[in-house]
């Protein structure tokens, strides 16, 4: 909504659907998002079995065990998905490897100051393997900044403890394969395109409240960047810069429920990757007929997106 409400309108109001075409590109292995789906299985395998064990992460004792789970998965997946070629197979492989060896390497780190505590935690739908002490299949409900009620779903990659258990702080951790463009913009929300982090610090608070700590604090956010282009960056937003947050998901819906849904105007940003193209023509001239009704403040019901 916050890229492009027209775009929301094409995928998820009238439903439109591109056309899928079978495609074979003797250059890859697996997809991105094949690529990120199998790093996450490993980790949530990896960080599960240590919590299991109460134990903090580490590179001499535990890559072994990590790249044991990493190989069972790379078999698992070129079973799915048959690799195009041996050299194809053995660069991805290698990607892959290297991603878990900084994970780890970070996370070593990372434990000097939090501990990993909850995984996958599942919310509003079932857990992943049997219930977890955080899991809930009953959606959260948010408030919005101006009194409206949205129900949440969704799973949280990591959960950690900072510091000592009776200080009832935590943080959360989401795991990004991709690139990190979109988490570093100086507004943390992107005009409403970047809006996780403040819906799940606050599904999160409402969880750890209710179900294992009644005043659990949750303190900050953190994208995290195993994989090789990321270098293992992690870019944390905190509690405190995300207190607009649930106005800025106000005003997103309002705009859904109002029936205002504008093109992007932004179609240099915003138009390269999009499905719905053919349906728009010329997205330079209507983002540009966008920005002046935008501008105009006599077109009151824009003003959420304004």
Same mark, same amino acid.
């Given at each position: 909504?916050?890229?492009?409400?027209?775009?929301?309108?094409?995928? %998820?109001?009238?439903?439109?659907?591109?056309?899928?075409?079978?495609?074979?590109?003797?250059?890859?292995?697996?997809? &991105? !998002?094949?690529?990120?789906?199998?790093?996450?299985?490993?980790? %949530?395998?990896?960080?599960?079995?240590?919590?299991?064990?109460?134990?903090?992460?580490?590179?001499?004792?535990?890559?072994?065990?990590? /790249?044991? +789970?990493? @190989? $069972?998965?790379?078999?698992?997946?070129?079973?799915?998905? &048959? #690799? #195009?070629? &041996?050299?194809?197979?053995? $660069?991805?492989?290698?990607?892959?490897? $290297? /991603?878990?060896?900084?994970?780890?390497?970070?996370?070593?780190?990372?434990?000097?100051?939090?501990?990993?505590?909850?995984?996958?935690?599942?919310?509003?739908?079932?857990?992943?393997?049997? /219930?977890?002490?955080?899991?809930?299949?009953?959606?959260?409900?948010?408030?919005?900044?101006?009194?409206?009620? +949205?129900?949440?779903?969704?799973? +949280?990659?990591?959960?950690?403890?900072?510091?000592?258990?009776?200080?009832?702080?935590?943080?959360?951790?989401?795991?990004?394969?991709?690139?990190? %463009?979109? %988490?570093?913009?100086?507004?943390?929300?992107?005009?409403?395109?970047?809006?996780?982090?403040?819906?799940?610090?606050?599904?999160?608070?409402?969880?750890?409240?209710?179900?294992?700590?009644?005043?659990?604090?949750?303190?900050?956010?953190?994208?995290?960047?195993?994989?090789?282009?990321?270098?293992?960056?992690?870019?944390?937003?905190?509690? @405190?810069?995300?207190?607009?947050?649930?106005?800025?998901?106000?005003?997103?819906?309002?705009?859904?429920?109002?029936?205002?849904?504008?093109?992007?105007?932004?179609?240099?940003?915003?138009?390269?990757?999009?499905?719905?193209?053919?349906?728009?023509?010329?997205?330079?001239?209507?983002?540009?007929?966008?920005?002046?009704? !935008?501008?105009?403040?006599?077109?009151? $019901?824009?003003?959420?997106?304004?």
């Amino acid at each position: 909504i916050g890229a492009c409400a027209l775009r929301y309108f094409f995928k %998820y109001v009238l439903g439109i659907r591109p056309a899928e075409q079978l495609e074979f590109d003797p250059t890859h292995w697996l997809d &991105p !998002i094949q690529f990120g789906n199998l790093l996450h299985d490993v980790f %949530y395998r990896f960080m599960g079995e240590l919590i299991s064990q109460r134990r903090l992460p580490s590179v001499e004792r535990d890559m072994a065990r990590l /790249s044991a +789970i990493l @190989e $069972q998965s790379i078999e698992r997946y070129a079973r799915m998905f &048959p #690799p #195009p070629g &041996p050299s194809v197979f053995r $660069q991805q492989c290698m990607q892959l490897r $290297q /991603s878990a060896r900084i994970f780890l390497t970070e996370e070593e780190l990372l434990g000097r100051s939090q501990r990993p505590r909850f995984v996958e935690v599942s919310v509003g739908m079932k857990a992943r393997e049997g /219930s977890g002490q955080a899991d809930t299949e009953e959606p959260v409900m948010v408030r919005t900044g101006d009194g409206a009620v +949205i129900r949440v779903r969704g799973r +949280i990659d990591r959960i950690d403890s900072i510091g000592d258990d009776r200080d009832a702080e935590f943080a959360l951790c989401d795991y990004k394969t991709g690139s990190d %463009y979109r %988490y570093t913009k100086p507004d943390v929300f992107w005009e409403g395109r970047v809006i996780q982090h403040a819906l799940y610090l606050t599904v999160a608070a409402n969880v750890l409240t209710r179900k294992v700590d009644r005043n659990a604090k949750v303190v900050h956010f953190d994208y995290y960047f195993p994989q090789h282009r990321g270098s293992g960056r992690r870019i944390r937003i905190t509690t @405190e810069q995300v207190r607009a947050g649930t106005s800025v998901i106000a005003n997103l819906c309002r705009l859904v429920s109002e029936g205002s849904f504008m093109p992007t105007i932004d179609a240099e940003g915003d138009c390269t990757m999009c499905d719905y193209l053919a349906a728009c023509g010329d997205v330079k001239t209507i983002a540009a007929w966008a920005k002046i009704k !935008i501008a105009n403040p006599d077109n009151v $019901q824009l003003q959420p997106l304004r």
